[in-house]
């Protein structure tokens, strides 16, 4: 239990929580969650789920009728033919990976992972025992991957490859020139297995486009893809994901799910099947405020002296440069927190490479983000 980290944006939002309820006013801008309630014809497929008596188990893998859903969703916005059967319906995204870490991490092993990157991928390579290396992603590069920095670090011990595109914390995507790089290479290391999280797929802006790795055919047989329902649909509650595994390792996969977690809610899984057989008018309505609130923050930000922010393309996050304030950032996401009463989350929380660093969440409303602001320039230049 030692080696198992944790989620510091939990922390920081049980923090937020406790001032709050010492009468303190705070505006969090670290949980990564949409502030946008979960579109009505969704909630209403739950609930009517529930009174038509969806209470039971449902298969392991889940619902027919949803896996078929996903897969449609997969040839709508990727242009994949996906076989439901290799799809598993999990309760969030992070069954998915969890059940990749205990697949292939054991002590002997290594895997590779984004570092700044979502903090539950170090966490649970080491709880897993094997050795986590940590891919650098650099703010000169957009935060996105250097193939040939990711290539050279694989050895005969690696065993899966961790690629995040749209990234959590930095907001970097993974253009396709770059991934058609990677993929090259790849095929010269055949006992790779690669572990693509886009829970972020849909959230990508202007002219970027998102670019999936179930495109590459040469290594389908060894991918593993993240997705779900959570940042989309804006249903982080109702806990609902998906991985789509190759047909070598969707029987083990479906076997980790009997062993910990059975299956995803009955009633859940229906509503999500409507989420996304159903009107898509609200992901766009999202889509455009995430944008708007983007441009927003990182105009702002960029005029706090001590800040430096490069302009995310995809997910709703920005990781600005805090160096100039002299501060580390664990220290100034404590400061603002005490001090402004705005929530973030420090660079470190995201491992080690991403000292000099701190996020901002934009799922939050515009004139929460332009107050948080004034407060943070207010704290860092009192009068």
Same mark, same amino acid.
């Given at each position: 239990?030692?080696?198992?980290? +944790?989620?510091?944006? =939990?922390?920081?939002?049980?923090?937020?929580? $406790?001032?709050?309820?010492?009468?303190?006013?705070?505006?969090?801008?670290?949980?990564?969650?949409?502030? %946008?309630?979960?579109? /009505?014809?969704?909630?209403?497929?739950?609930?009517?789920?529930?009174?038509?008596?969806?209470? %039971?188990?449902?298969?392991?893998?889940?619902?027919?009728?949803?896996? *078929?859903?996903?897969? $449609?969703?997969?040839?709508?916005?990727?242009?994949?033919?996906? /076989?439901?059967?290799?799809?598993?319906?999990?309760?969030?995204?992070?069954? +998915?990976?969890?059940? $990749?870490?205990?697949?292939?991490?054991?002590?002997?092993?290594?895997?590779?992972? !984004?570092?700044?990157?979502?903090?539950?991928?170090?966490?649970?390579?080491?709880?897993?025992?094997?050795?986590?290396? !940590?891919?650098?992603? @650099?703010? *000169?590069?957009?935060?996105?991957?250097?193939?040939?920095?990711?290539?050279?670090?694989?050895? !005969?011990?690696?065993?899966?490859?961790?690629?995040?595109?749209?990234?959590?914390?930095?907001? #970097?995507?993974?253009?396709?020139?770059?991934?058609?790089?990677?993929?090259?290479?790849? *095929? @010269?290391? !055949?006992?790779?297995?690669?572990?693509?999280?886009?829970?972020?797929?849909?959230?990508?802006?202007?002219?970027?486009?998102?670019?999936?790795?179930?495109?590459?055919?040469?290594?389908?047989?060894?991918?593993?893809?993240?997705?779900?329902?959570?940042?989309? =649909?804006?249903?982080?509650?109702?806990?609902?994901?998906?991985?789509?595994?190759?047909?070598?390792?969707?029987?083990? &996969?479906?076997?980790?799910?009997?062993?910990?977690?059975?299956?995803?809610?009955?009633?859940?899984?229906?509503?999500?099947?409507?989420?996304?057989?159903?009107?898509?008018? &609200?992901?766009?309505?999202?889509? @455009?405020? =995430?944008?708007?609130?983007?441009?927003?923050?990182?105009?702002?930000?960029?005029?706090?002296?001590?800040?430096?922010?490069?302009?995310?393309?995809?997910?709703?996050?920005?990781?600005?440069?805090?160096?100039?304030?002299?501060?580390?950032?664990?220290?100034?996401?404590?400061?603002?927190?005490?001090?402004? #009463?705005?929530?973030?989350?420090?660079?470190?929380? %995201?491992?080690?490479?991403?000292?000099?660093?701190?996020? %901002?969440?934009?799922?939050?409303?515009? *004139?929460?983000?332009?107050? $948080?602001?004034?407060?943070?320039?207010?704290?860092?230049?009192?009068?």
């Amino acid at each position: 239990m030692s080696r198992l980290g +944790t989620e510091s944006a =939990f922390e920081v939002l049980a923090r937020a929580k $406790a001032l709050e309820a010492r009468g303190r006013d705070i505006i969090n801008l670290g949980i990564g969650a949409p502030d %946008f309630r979960t579109p /009505d014809n969704v909630v209403e497929a739950g609930v009517k789920a529930l009174q038509d008596g969806y209470h %039971f188990y449902t298969p392991a893998k889940g619902l027919p009728a949803v896996r *078929e859903a996903v897969a $449609a969703d997969i040839l709508r916005h990727r242009g994949v033919t996906v /076989d439901p059967d290799y799809i598993q319906v999990v309760p969030g995204g992070k069954p +998915t990976m969890f059940f $990749a870490m205990l697949m292939f991490g054991e002590v002997g092993a290594e895997i590779l992972y !984004p570092n700044p990157g979502f903090p539950i991928y170090e966490s649970m390579i080491a709880f897993s025992g094997a050795t986590p290396v !940590p891919i650098e992603l @650099r703010e *000169e590069h957009g935060f996105s991957i250097d193939p040939d920095e990711v290539l050279g670090k694989i050895t !005969p011990k690696t065993r899966l490859l961790i690629i995040n595109t749209p990234a959590n914390p930095t907001g #970097g995507v993974i253009e396709k020139d770059a991934l058609d790089h990677l993929v090259a290479g790849l *095929e @010269r290391h !055949p006992h790779v297995a690669i572990l693509a999280d886009e829970i972020y797929s849909r959230l990508v802006y202007g002219r970027t486009q998102h670019h999936s790795l179930l495109n590459y055919e040469s290594i389908r047989d060894r991918l593993i893809l993240l997705d779900g329902w959570s940042k989309t =649909f804006s249903m982080t509650g109702w806990r609902l994901g998906y991985g789509v595994w190759p047909k070598a390792w969707i029987d083990d &996969a479906e076997r980790l799910q009997i062993n910990s977690n059975s299956c995803a809610s009955a009633a859940v899984q229906v509503a999500g099947a409507e989420a996304m057989n159903g009107p898509q008018a &609200a992901v766009d309505t999202m889509l @455009r405020a =995430f944008d708007e609130r983007r441009v927003a923050i990182v105009k702002e930000l960029n005029e706090i002296p001590g800040f430096r922010c490069v302009m995310p393309k995809g997910a709703f996050y920005v990781f600005p440069n805090i160096e100039g304030t002299g501060m580390k950032s664990a220290a100034l996401q404590d400061h603002l927190l005490e001090s402004a #009463g705005v929530a973030t989350v420090a660079g470190t929380a %995201f491992g080690a490479l991403g000292e000099g660093y701190i996020r %901002f969440s934009y799922a939050s409303n515009l *004139e929460e983000i332009r107050e $948080a602001l004034q407060r943070v320039r207010s704290c860092l230049q009192p009068a």
